[in-house]
């Protein structure tokens, strides 16, 4: 049995995680952590039976209770510190909180493996995201020219998303793609060629009728091929893929990136 915290327990996929951890059979969970809930019991939050956990007001106090794993599904201005404590605890961690930077995660994973536990970072849980990782990363090996294309509503204030800054910053370790026009000989402005992402030229288009959406464009001379993952309106696959690495975490060491390092590794 695995017993997990879970912190973000009560947002969009913290919630319907809670209700999936509650439900497995060899998962258990043990603390919750949700400001705005505090002191309330998970289960009657959720709409269920009472599961016999208080929310927590904060993690320092969410970890008092031993547990496994933490699952972290916060906000970024939180989650480093989230992720620090857990290592420092000797807790390993499954982070779907986006918005962390390179340097965060250098700090990361030198914690972690110093304190000798795994940390999973991944901006999007789902295995459709991680397969578009998989394929793009190999995809980059081959062919010089690419960028990418992040879609999302119109009310989203993340730019890029968790998925599309991921990947870009994924893809730039590949290789920095190559600028037939350098920005510094463009005739226009240089904003309408994105933004540099590690190297990766990365778009971000903010309209309604989009949820979140990533696109890699590979084009050579004569052929183009995209890439293009597509999330709907359900939480599951998030649920789904976070839980696959809540089981597999425990034999990583220091960090990896992307649930696609751990299902292909």
């Known amino acids: 049995m695995i017993k997990i915290c879970l912190a973000g327990a009560t947002g969009w996929t913290g919630a319907e995680l ?13 603390s919750a952590v949700a400001r705005k809930k505090a002191g309330q019991d998970i289960g009657a ?5 009472p599961a016999g956990v208080a929310i927590s007001p904060d993690l ?4 008092e209770t031993p547990c496994d794993l933490l699952i972290d599904y916060t906000h970024p201005t939180v989650a480093k510190a989230h992720v620090m404590a857990a290592i420092e605890a000797g807790v390993p961690v499954v982070l779907g909180t986006s918005g962390l930077t390179a340097a965060d995660f250098e700090v990361i994973d030198k914690a972690a493996k110093a304190a000798g536990v795994g940390v999973l970072a991944a901006g999007n849980f789902s295995l459709t995201a991680a397969l578009l990782q998989h394929f793009a990363l190999f995809a980059a090996r081959h062919i010089e020219h690419f960028e990418v294309i992040d879609y999302a509503s119109a009310t989203n204030p993340n730019a890029p998303t968790g998925t599309a800054g991921e990947l870009a910053e994924r893809l730039g370790d590949v290789r920095r793609p190559t600028l037939d026009v350098p920005l510094d000989e463009m005739l226009g402005p240089t904003e309408i060629r994105g933004a540099d992402i590690n190297g990766v030229r990365t778009h971000s288009i903010r309209l309604p009728s989009f949820t979140a959406s990533v696109e890699t464009v590979f084009a050579i001379p004569g052929a183009r ?5 597509d999330a709907g309106e359900s939480a599951q696959p998030y649920v789904d893929g976070t839980l696959l690495a809540a089981r597999r975490v425990g034999d990583v060491m220091g960090l990896l990136r992307g649930l696609d390092s751990l299902l292909f590794a």
């Open 60 to 63: 320092v106090s969410g970890l």
């Open 18 to 30: 809670a209700h999936a951890i509650l439900d497995a059979d060899d998962l258990e969970l043990v």
């Open 45 to 49: 939050v959720l709409g269920r039976a």
């Open 225 to 229: 091929l995209t890439l293009r993952h």
